[in-house]
Protein backbone atom coordinates (compact mmCIF):
# COMPACT_ATOMS: atom_id res chain seq x y z
CA UNK A 1 0.00 0.00 0.00
CA UNK A 2 1.30 3.69 -1.01
CA UNK A 3 0.08 6.49 0.31
CA UNK A 4 1.13 10.34 -1.22
CA UNK A 5 1.54 12.44 1.57
CA UNK A 6 4.14 14.92 -0.31
CA UNK A 7 2.98 15.86 -3.78
CA UNK A 8 4.78 17.20 -6.85
CA UNK A 9 3.08 20.57 -7.03
CA UNK A 10 4.44 21.04 -10.36
CA UNK A 11 2.18 18.00 -11.32
CA UNK A 12 -0.95 19.16 -9.60
CA UNK A 13 -0.97 22.73 -12.10
CA UNK A 14 -0.53 20.05 -14.61
CA UNK A 15 -3.12 18.43 -14.28
CA UNK A 16 -5.57 21.57 -12.75
CA UNK A 17 -4.47 23.01 -16.41
CA UNK A 18 -5.58 20.29 -18.47
CA UNK A 19 -8.75 19.67 -16.67
CA UNK A 20 -9.83 23.06 -16.97
CA UNK A 21 -12.41 23.02 -19.73
CA UNK A 22 -14.14 20.22 -17.70
CA UNK A 23 -13.38 20.93 -13.94
CA UNK A 24 -16.39 23.30 -13.48
CA UNK A 25 -19.02 20.35 -15.01
CA UNK A 26 -17.17 17.78 -12.98
CA UNK A 27 -16.52 19.53 -9.54
CA UNK A 28 -20.14 19.40 -8.02
CA UNK A 29 -18.65 18.72 -4.40
CA UNK A 30 -16.21 21.65 -4.79
CA UNK A 31 -18.56 24.29 -5.69
CA UNK A 32 -21.00 23.19 -3.17
CA UNK A 33 -18.35 23.86 -0.44
CA UNK A 34 -17.60 27.43 -2.06
CA UNK A 35 -21.55 28.47 -1.27
CA UNK A 36 -21.48 26.76 2.05
CA UNK A 37 -18.36 28.08 3.20
CA UNK A 38 -20.26 31.81 2.22
CA UNK A 39 -23.06 31.04 3.89
CA UNK A 40 -21.26 29.72 7.20
CA UNK A 41 -18.88 32.70 7.30
CA UNK A 42 -21.82 35.36 6.42
CA UNK A 43 -24.07 33.82 9.23
CA UNK A 44 -20.81 34.08 11.82
CA UNK A 45 -20.69 37.66 11.00
CA UNK A 46 -17.79 38.04 8.49
CA UNK A 47 -18.85 41.44 6.90
CA UNK A 48 -17.56 42.84 2.85
CA UNK A 49 -14.01 43.70 3.57
CA UNK A 50 -11.15 46.18 1.98
CA UNK A 51 -8.43 43.66 1.83
CA UNK A 52 -8.85 40.14 0.77
CA UNK A 53 -6.66 37.06 -0.08
CA UNK A 54 -7.83 34.00 -1.84
CA UNK A 55 -5.22 31.29 -1.64
CA UNK A 56 -5.84 28.44 -4.80
CA UNK A 57 -8.40 30.49 -6.58
CA UNK A 58 -8.55 27.96 -9.57
CA UNK A 59 -11.41 29.36 -12.17
CA UNK A 60 -13.06 31.41 -9.69
CA UNK A 61 -15.40 28.74 -7.91
CA UNK A 62 -15.04 31.04 -4.96
CA UNK A 63 -13.74 33.95 -6.27
CA UNK A 64 -17.10 34.89 -8.07
CA UNK A 65 -19.21 34.27 -5.16
CA UNK A 66 -17.42 36.87 -2.54
CA UNK A 67 -18.67 40.83 -2.66
CA UNK A 68 -16.26 43.13 -4.50
CA UNK A 69 -13.28 44.36 -2.42
CA UNK A 70 -11.24 47.44 -3.09
CA UNK A 71 -8.45 45.50 -2.38
CA UNK A 72 -8.18 41.63 -3.84
CA UNK A 73 -5.52 39.23 -4.56
CA UNK A 74 -5.81 35.99 -6.25
CA UNK A 75 -3.19 33.07 -5.64
CA UNK A 76 -2.30 29.58 -8.22
CA UNK A 77 -0.37 27.84 -9.75
CA UNK A 78 -1.71 29.43 -12.48
CA UNK A 79 -3.31 31.83 -14.05
CA UNK A 80 -7.09 30.36 -15.42
CA UNK A 81 -8.67 31.99 -18.54
CA UNK A 82 -12.01 32.23 -16.97
CA UNK A 83 -10.42 35.18 -14.84
CA UNK A 84 -8.52 36.84 -17.13
CA UNK A 85 -11.35 39.69 -17.05
CA UNK A 86 -11.50 39.46 -13.26
CA UNK A 87 -10.17 42.79 -11.53
CA UNK A 88 -7.54 41.86 -8.77
CA UNK A 89 -4.53 41.51 -8.17
CA UNK A 90 -2.18 37.93 -9.17
CA UNK A 91 0.02 36.64 -6.82
CA UNK A 92 1.10 33.82 -9.03
CA UNK A 93 3.16 30.50 -7.37
CA UNK A 94 3.12 28.21 -4.50
CA UNK A 95 1.65 30.29 -1.57
CA UNK A 96 4.06 27.99 0.84
CA UNK A 97 7.01 30.20 -0.34
CA UNK A 98 5.91 33.30 -1.96
CA UNK A 99 4.96 36.28 -0.07
CA UNK A 100 1.68 37.62 1.27
CA UNK A 101 -0.18 41.02 1.75
CA UNK A 102 -0.07 42.72 5.12
CA UNK A 103 -2.91 43.86 7.20
CA UNK A 104 -5.15 41.44 5.21
CA UNK A 105 -9.27 41.60 6.70
CA UNK A 106 -9.90 37.72 5.32
CA UNK A 107 -7.89 35.11 4.01
CA UNK A 108 -10.39 32.42 1.78
CA UNK A 109 -9.66 29.44 0.33
CA UNK A 110 -11.86 26.37 -1.48
CA UNK A 111 -10.79 22.98 -1.57
CA UNK A 112 -7.14 24.18 -1.83
CA UNK A 113 -4.98 23.15 1.80
CA UNK A 114 -4.76 19.16 1.25
CA UNK A 115 -2.36 20.05 -1.04
CA UNK A 116 -0.41 21.84 1.42
CA UNK A 117 2.78 20.63 2.44
CA UNK A 118 3.78 22.21 5.85
CA UNK A 119 -0.13 23.32 7.24
CA UNK A 120 1.18 25.02 10.57
CA UNK A 121 3.80 27.20 8.79
CA UNK A 122 1.86 28.55 6.10
CA UNK A 123 -1.14 29.16 9.36
CA UNK A 124 0.86 31.04 11.05
CA UNK A 125 2.16 32.67 7.78
CA UNK A 126 -1.58 33.41 7.32
CA UNK A 127 -2.08 34.71 10.53
CA UNK A 128 0.76 37.33 10.64
CA UNK A 129 -0.77 38.60 7.33
CA UNK A 130 -3.99 38.84 8.83
CA UNK A 131 -5.04 42.26 11.21
CA UNK A 132 -6.68 42.10 14.62
CA UNK A 133 -9.89 40.89 14.28
CA UNK A 134 -9.34 39.46 10.70
CA UNK A 135 -10.71 36.32 9.68
CA UNK A 136 -9.44 33.27 7.95
CA UNK A 137 -12.18 31.11 5.96
CA UNK A 138 -11.16 27.67 4.15
CA UNK A 139 -12.42 24.23 3.25
CA UNK A 140 -10.87 21.70 2.65
CA UNK A 141 -11.30 17.70 2.78
CA UNK A 142 -11.35 14.97 6.31
CA UNK A 143 -9.55 11.54 6.60
CA UNK A 144 -12.35 9.32 4.73
CA UNK A 145 -12.17 11.58 1.58
CA UNK A 146 -12.15 9.48 -1.81
CA UNK A 147 -11.53 6.26 0.85
CA UNK A 148 -12.70 4.18 -2.40
CA UNK A 149 -9.38 5.14 -4.24
CA UNK A 150 -7.63 4.96 -1.62
CA UNK A 151 -8.90 1.30 -0.77
CA UNK A 152 -8.68 0.41 -4.32
CA UNK A 153 -4.99 1.55 -5.50
CA UNK A 154 -3.48 1.95 -2.14
CA UNK A 155 -2.51 5.79 -3.48
CA UNK A 156 -4.20 9.10 -2.13
CA UNK A 157 -3.19 12.18 0.01
CA UNK A 158 -3.34 12.03 3.96
CA UNK A 159 -6.18 14.62 5.05
CA UNK A 160 -5.50 15.85 8.33
CA UNK A 161 -8.33 15.33 11.10
CA UNK A 162 -10.41 17.52 12.76
CA UNK A 163 -8.32 17.40 16.10
CA UNK A 164 -5.29 18.01 14.40
CA UNK A 165 -6.76 20.93 12.34
CA UNK A 166 -7.92 22.39 16.21
CA UNK A 167 -4.53 21.84 17.77
CA UNK A 168 -2.98 23.84 14.51
CA UNK A 169 -5.38 26.52 15.22
CA UNK A 170 -5.22 26.94 18.46
CA UNK A 171 -1.48 27.24 18.43
CA UNK A 172 -1.42 29.41 15.39
CA UNK A 173 -3.23 32.49 18.03
CA UNK A 174 -6.90 31.67 16.29
CA UNK A 175 -10.08 32.00 18.02
CA UNK A 176 -11.81 29.27 15.72
CA UNK A 177 -15.35 29.78 15.18
CA UNK A 178 -16.77 26.86 12.87
CA UNK A 179 -15.24 23.70 12.48
CA UNK A 180 -17.24 21.07 10.96
CA UNK A 181 -16.88 17.96 8.62
CA UNK A 182 -19.56 16.56 6.25
CA UNK A 183 -20.08 13.21 4.10
CA UNK A 184 -21.03 13.65 0.49
CA UNK A 185 -21.53 10.59 -2.09
CA UNK A 186 -21.18 10.71 -5.98
CA UNK A 187 -22.75 7.65 -8.00
CA UNK A 188 -21.55 6.78 -10.88
CA UNK A 189 -22.91 4.06 -13.48
CA UNK A 190 -19.34 2.36 -13.51
CA UNK A 191 -15.72 2.31 -12.72
CA UNK A 192 -14.26 3.97 -15.82
CA UNK A 193 -16.68 7.00 -14.87
CA UNK A 194 -15.47 7.34 -11.35
CA UNK A 195 -11.79 7.45 -13.18
CA UNK A 196 -12.93 9.95 -15.57
CA UNK A 197 -14.27 12.17 -12.80
CA UNK A 198 -11.07 12.23 -11.11
CA UNK A 199 -9.21 13.30 -14.30
CA UNK A 200 -11.59 16.05 -14.97
CA UNK A 201 -11.48 17.07 -11.48
CA UNK A 202 -7.73 17.42 -11.20
CA UNK A 203 -7.02 15.08 -8.57
CA UNK A 204 -5.36 12.35 -10.21
CA UNK A 205 -1.77 14.28 -9.41
CA UNK A 206 -1.57 12.64 -6.45
CA UNK A 207 0.53 9.77 -7.14
CA UNK A 208 3.65 10.55 -9.37
CA UNK A 209 4.66 6.83 -9.58
CA UNK A 210 1.03 5.16 -10.09
CA UNK A 211 0.56 3.79 -13.79
CA UNK A 212 -2.38 2.66 -15.08
CA UNK A 213 -2.32 -0.85 -17.32
CA UNK A 214 -4.85 -2.79 -18.84
CA UNK A 215 -4.13 -5.63 -16.41
CA UNK A 216 -4.28 -3.04 -13.23
CA UNK A 217 -7.42 -1.30 -15.03
CA UNK A 218 -9.18 -4.51 -15.60
CA UNK A 219 -8.32 -5.66 -11.92
CA UNK A 220 -9.92 -1.99 -10.36
CA UNK A 221 -12.81 -2.42 -12.49
CA UNK A 222 -13.34 -5.59 -11.06
CA UNK A 223 -12.87 -4.63 -7.11
CA UNK A 224 -14.61 -1.36 -7.42
CA UNK A 225 -17.70 -3.55 -8.40
CA UNK A 226 -17.32 -5.75 -5.53
CA UNK A 227 -16.70 -2.92 -3.25
CA UNK A 228 -19.56 -1.35 -4.10
CA UNK A 229 -21.53 -4.34 -3.60
CA UNK A 230 -19.88 -4.68 -0.17
CA UNK A 231 -21.91 -1.22 0.63
CA UNK A 232 -25.19 -1.45 -0.52
CA UNK A 233 -25.04 -0.42 -4.18
CA UNK A 234 -26.00 -2.89 -6.52
CA UNK A 235 -25.73 -0.85 -9.66
CA UNK A 236 -23.68 2.06 -8.80
CA UNK A 237 -20.76 2.67 -8.18
CA UNK A 238 -19.62 4.87 -4.88
CA UNK A 239 -17.56 7.95 -4.58
CA UNK A 240 -17.16 9.67 -1.19
CA UNK A 241 -16.24 12.89 -0.39
CA UNK A 242 -15.45 14.32 3.21
CA UNK A 243 -15.69 18.27 3.30
CA UNK A 244 -14.19 20.02 6.06
CA UNK A 245 -15.07 23.85 6.73
CA UNK A 246 -13.66 26.41 8.81
CA UNK A 247 -14.02 29.71 9.90
CA UNK A 248 -11.45 31.50 12.38
CA UNK A 249 -10.84 34.94 13.83
CA UNK A 250 -7.42 36.60 14.56
CA UNK A 251 -7.89 37.93 17.93
Excluded at 24 to 30: E, F, G, S
Amino acid sequence: MRTTQVVDKNRVAQRFAKAQSRYRQAAVVQSNMARQLIWWAAALGMQPCDRLLEIGCGDGLLTRLLPGQQHHWLNDLYQHSSLADYRAQWLLGDIEHIRLPEHLSVIVSNAVWQWVHDVPTLLSRCVAALQSGGWLCLTTFAPANMREIKALTGCGLSYPSLAQWHGWLENAGLDVLLLREERQTLLFDDALAVLRHLQHTGVTATSADFQWSKRRLAQFVRDYAVLARQHGWQNAYPLSYQPLYLVARKP
